[in-house]
């Protein structure tokens, strides 16, 4: 039995995280229709900046303080999205989709190698946080109390997004624009300030991803790259644009992931694809999806 | 058509073999003016040229982005290592023959799904099936030996192995340089051949308007496929070919930023001419080699002559000569 709340508490905790990465790639693509091939480096970029916010600079602090730094990589995250929005991706909305794919692969390529310049080849972690935090005892095993609050965390961040775009005046402007750029337009809105705004909440969610996990696994080169095709995975089965079918394609593949690692470990990653592969031959544009 | 169009087609194709049979013959003899390395870096140039080529005929013939070809590359690259490793094959001709069996099939499948969409759809779909294929070559580590790879030794060229004395450096830079450009040149042909035919123009027809292609009578999935099969064995058979070059075959090959790099070498060439994509992967080639062995953040490098790339010169390299070219024509000898 409690195996089996183990399982379910791991399921849940990376369906939290692909959220965050996935909830913030469809976000953008809703509003912007562009897919943002660089997404996974912000969110190697918010585990970076947190682990060494947390790991070195502040390592001494108190757990309080550690607690209330974590968020420093989604900020960090969502600054690099603030500055990209209108100076390099703004150009290419009405370009193509070859060229905005390609601009952010090139994005990719650098943000990759700044990681690199920045903080060298080697693995980066900040594993005191996940250290304190300790364990909970669930039936004769335990379960560390820090992935509860990542699981906590992505619950969080889902319902924020939701009350944010279906309850605030800025989220009715958000769709607005979303479904009609145009009108929305000229109705007086704003359409450059709600783009940068939604690419730096998108940002900011990726960044959120990364300095989440960061205490639990180490931050390393390349994980934004894998972080990327995971997210695909997700959106391809929710729906490209859709934050429910983000939250919902997070959770089926957060459970098939983990029956995939207990039954079969070596076909776990082609257990996804398989999966996306069905959902688009049933229903082509995702459970979500808004069919172009 | 008219006599006059037909006329002007015919003459611009002598031109075009006249260009195509001056360059070849500098390919022919090059390799007795440089020293070996410059010819090997020149054979993997012209190897992914192949894959380019294959690559083109859906980004630029028929307007889909496909960011998946890692996977037939791979395909095509591991049936050699498998067919070494478990079929004791040797025969280089043998190797062509299971790498274009084998990324048919793959191709075959992929395209089954994929050519029902378009746009951004097909090139999320082809990279996340592309990433299925990565997973099993790196996880089915007893099969494909994970991340370390597969070995493949010198193949024998037509039956004739490499006599026992002879260096590799010196078979890769002689007898496998002409091996790969007599391919390249092969493949040059055929895919000419189809962009020419009454396929390919459907297909940029389908490309440039597929409402009216549909009028016209074009069934566009069947043609979709059809290039996308083209497209995937002329980028297995590149796969085959860099295999014996490389000596070693890893899942990098299959990982999809390499899909990347294959959409880097036909937008730095110029994806809306022939020449393009081949001009891209030499290029691209160089450029990497150097990039590597200047400065350990090659990749930043290359990542910003994407993006200038992309917002400066989306033409290419090809594509700017050509309207340099047609400029200057007009600015200086009207």
Redesign the interface.
Same mark, same amino acid.
């Given at each position: 039995m409690d195996i089996l709340v183990i399982h379910v508490f791991n399921a849940l905790l990376y369906a939290s995280l692909l959220f965050l990465i996935a909830g913030g790639l469809s976000l953008i693509y809703g509003v912007m229709r562009i897919v943002n091939l660089a997404h996974g480096n912000l969110y190697a970029l918010g585990a970076f900046v947190t682990a060494s916010v947390v790991g070195q600079w502040f390592a001494g602090a108190p757990t309080v303080v550690l607690y209330l730094l974590i968020p420093a990589g989604a900020v960090a995250a969502a600054a690099v999205g603030a500055l990209l929005e209108p100076t390099l991706l703004r150009r290419f909305y009405r370009r193509p989709e070859e060229y905005q794919l390609l601009v952010t692969f090139g994005l990719l390529m650098i943000l990759e190698d700044l990681i690199r310049f920045i903080w060298g080849p080697y693995p980066l972690s900040a594993s005191t946080l996940f250290e304190k935090a300790g364990s909970v005892a669930i039936g004769d095993s335990i379960y560390p109390r820090y992935n509860l609050l990542v699981i906590a965390t992505g619950f969080i961040a889902a319902l924020f997004l939701w009350a944010f775009i279906y309850k605030t005046n800025f989220g009715v402007v958000l769709r607005a624009t979303s479904q009609d750029m145009r009108r929305a337009s000229a109705l007086g809105v704003n359409v450059n300030r709600v783009y940068v705004q939604a690419f730096t909440i998108g940002c900011f969610m990726a960044g959120l991803g990364g300095a989440i996990v960061v205490p639990s696994q180490s931050a390393v080169l390349g994980m934004g790259v894998d972080a990327l095709v995971l997210a695909f995975i997700v959106v391809v089965i929710g729906g490209l644009g859709s934050l429910e079918g983000a939250l919902l394609g997070a959770l089926i593949v957060g459970i098939f992931r983990e029956i995939g690692i207990s039954v079969f470990p070596e076909i776990e990653l082609a257990v996804l694809y398989l999966i996306a592969a069905i959902v688009l031959l049933v229903r082509p544009a995702g459970l979500f999806g808004r069919a172009t | 058509m008219s006599t006059v169009a037909v006329q002007l087609e015919v003459r611009s194709s002598i031109k075009a073999l006249a260009v195509g049979a001056v360059l070849s013959g500098l390919l022919v003899v090059l390799p007795f003016g440089i020293d070996p390395y410059q010819t090997i870096l020149l054979s993997y140039g012209l190897v992914m040229a192949i894959a380019a080529l294959g690559h083109n005929l859906l !980004?630029g013939y028929t307007g889909l $982005?496909s960011?998946g070809h890692s996977a037939f590359f791979g395909v095509g690259a591991y049936a050699v290592a498998f067919m070494v490793k478990y079929l004791h094959v040797q025969s280089m001709e043998l190797f062509m023959m299971g790498a274009l069996a084998a990324s048919l099939i793959t191709a075959l499948l992929f395209g089954f799904?994929c050519v029902?969409?378009t746009?951004?759809?097909f090139?999320? $779909?082809t $990279?996340? !099936?592309s =990433?299925?294929l990565w997973? $099993?070559a790196y996880?089915?580590y007893w099969v494909t030996g994970g991340s370390d790879g597969l070995r493949v030794p010198t193949p024998k060229l037509l039956g004739v192995s490499l006599p026992s004395g002879e260096d590799k450096i010196n078979f890769l830079a002689h007898s496998y340089y002409y091996y790969v450009l007599v391919l390249f040149l092969a493949c040059t042909f055929v895919m000419w051949v189809i962009v020419n035919s009454p396929f390919g123009k459907a297909l940029q027809a389908i490309r440039d308007n597929e409402t009216r292609a549909r009028f016209v009578g074009i069934q566009i999935r069947r043609y979709r496929l059809v290039a996308f099969l083209v497209s995937g064995v002329f980028t297995g058979i590149a796969g085959a070919l860099w295999v014996p070059l490389n000596g070693l075959t890893t899942p990098d090959i299959l990982?999809?930023?390499f899909s990347?790099e294959i959409?880097?070498m036909s937008?730095l060439g110029g994806?809306h001419n022939f020449t393009g994509p081949i001009t891209g992967a030499i290029v691209f080639n160089y450029l990497k080699t150097y990039a590597v062995g200047f400065t350990?953040?090659? =990749?930043?490098f290359?990542?910003?002559? !994407?993006?200038v790339l992309?917002?400066a010169l989306?033409q290419g390299i090809v594509g700017t000569a050509i309207q340099l070219t047609a400029w200057a024509r007009k600015r200086f000898f009207r």
């Open positions: - | !980004l $982005l960011f799904v029902r969409y746009r951004i759809f090139s999320i $779909l $990279l996340a !099936l =990433q299925v997973s $099993l996880k089915f990982y999809w930023p990347g959409v880097f937008v994806f350990v953040y090659w =990749q930043a290359m990542g910003v002559i !994407l993006v992309v917002v989306p």
